[in-house]
């Protein structure tokens, strides 16, 4: 067994996969080694890793593109170093060095009969990274399914490796609701049928795809697939029949599944991509029946989008939502954002319509939004000016919301 300290110095920085293709007995050594070595910075993105939601060596600084997982935790900390950028822009980040790039960390699938191993559930930045790295180190996973469309690698591309067999880790799931479904047949009625949909993760993201089963010969394109996906998959909507570029395909960086969905990962046609393809603008510019369904914490009256922050702690991040809203609002059919009308219970909900972000951050321009949905309605924001965007999204506010929201817009006309 080695130790994962032998290849870091003081100084280095250190990055590893996300979500379920993370090598979290790698990154539990780094964890370990790290007030051994000295000052080290490290790069995350989505993490399920317990360990990575608070009390981290005090010569550890860890960055990510977001607070996504328990990186949220350490965002309440303090403790999170948040890069805001385009996941388009990841891929260049890592090539300047902007990003750590030291030593990599991996997760692969057991070599094939050429000896060659896969990213399996996560090709994304890590493709990417593993370009420019110093170092790799691998988790060889007896349970990583073995993926197409990445890269396929030899065991000499890694400076060490070790063996597991472990299950991955399944996506936590919360069941949708009516309000999820209620908005999920909102945004159903604007998708139309040949569509290639981007769309994320969560019980909203899995209400819509519920809600697209009536629909024929949907694509797929997007940083992530879910259970959802293939389930749109067995029922024969998601065909790819009509892409304009990967026809017949479903094309994604990561895997966030159940047991059963991540074993399925090598026999569907499922291309897993790096980010510079994923989300290239070269590429989603080829898709013009591209439509983007990405969520939001709050939307102002101007219909500009913030997904990031909540009360001062990053709970999500910019990630794909420019990259994909841009091209499907451009180049693409539609950009769509969809939310629920408020937040909270009872006299603390609060409407998620305001005059003004209350984080004072834009994530997605105005410009490049064709449609709010709440469950109270579609709100179509193309082509319309200034004042009329304000009332058509006052009226798929919350009813009780909507007086204050008028009182708010009249007060900054009259200002």
């Known amino acids: 067994m080695f130790d994962v300290a032998d290849f870091l110095n003081p100084g280095d920085g250190v990055w590893w996969g996300q979500g379920s293709a993370e090598p979290e007995p790698l990154v539990n050594q780094v964890l370990d080694a790290v007030d051994r070595v000295g000052p080290v910075r490290a790069f995350s993105g989505l993490t399920w890793n317990e360990r990575l939601s608070g009390d981290l060596p005090e010569k550890l600084t860890v960055l990510s593109y977001g607070g996504l997982g328990q990186l ?54 890590v493709a990417d990274a593993l370009l420019h790295t110093r170092t790799v180190i691998a988790e060889i996973n007896q349970q990583m399914p073995r993926t197409s469309g990445g890269p396929r690698l030899p065991l000499s591309a890694f400076a060490a490796v070790i063996e597991t067999d472990r299950s991955l880790r399944d996506a936590p799931s919360k069941p949708a609701d009516d309000v999820d479904r209620s908005i999920a047949r909102h945004v159903a009625g604007i ?18 795809l519920e809600a697209l089963a009536g629909h024929r010969d949907l694509g797929f394109h997007s940083g992530m697939i879910t259970d959802g996906v293939l389930t749109l998959v067995d029922k024969g909507v998601i065909t790819g029949a009509c892409k304009e570029i990967d026809r017949g395909l479903v094309v994604t960086g990561a895997a966030l599944c159940s047991t059963a969905g991540y074993a399925r990962m090598g026999d569907e046609p499922i291309q897993f991509r790096a980010a510079s393809y994923t989300h290239s603008p070269a590429v989603l510019s080829q898709l013009q029946s591209l439509v983007s369904i990405n969520s ?58 305001v005059p003004a972000l209350a984080s004072g951050v834009v994530t997605t321009a105005r410009v490049d939004v064709d449609a709010v949905v709440t469950e109270h309605g579609v709100a179509m924001l193309t082509g319309c000016t200034v004042a009329e965007r304000a009332l058509r999204l006052i009226e798929v506010a919350a009813p009780e919301h909507r007086e204050g929201l008028e009182r708010g817009l009249a007060e900054q006309e009259n200002r």
Request: one cysteine or more; charged letters at 15%; proline letters at 5%.
């Open 296 to 353: 939001a914490i709050e939307v102002d009256l101007l219909g500009q989008v913030g997904a990031e922050l909540a009360r001062g702690v990053h709970i999500g991040a910019v990630g794909g939502q420019v990259d994909f809203s841009r091209a499907a609002s451009l180049t693409g059919s539609r950009s769509i954002i969809a939310l629920r009308a408020t937040v909270g219970s009872g006299e603390r909900a609060q409407s998620t319509i």
């Open 72 to 125: 949220r935790s350490l965002s309440r900390q303090g403790q999170l170093q948040v890069v805001p950028c385009h996941y388009s822009a990841l891929p260049r980040m890592f090539a300047t060095g902007q990003l750590p790039n030291d030593l990599g960390l991996v997760q692969v699938s057991p070599p094939d009969r050429d000896g060659l191993v896969t990213l399996g559930t996560g090709v994304e930045y």
């Open 191 to 208: 998708v139309d049928d040949g569509a290639t949909i981007q769309i994320g993760v969560g019980s909203l993201p899995s209400a819509v």
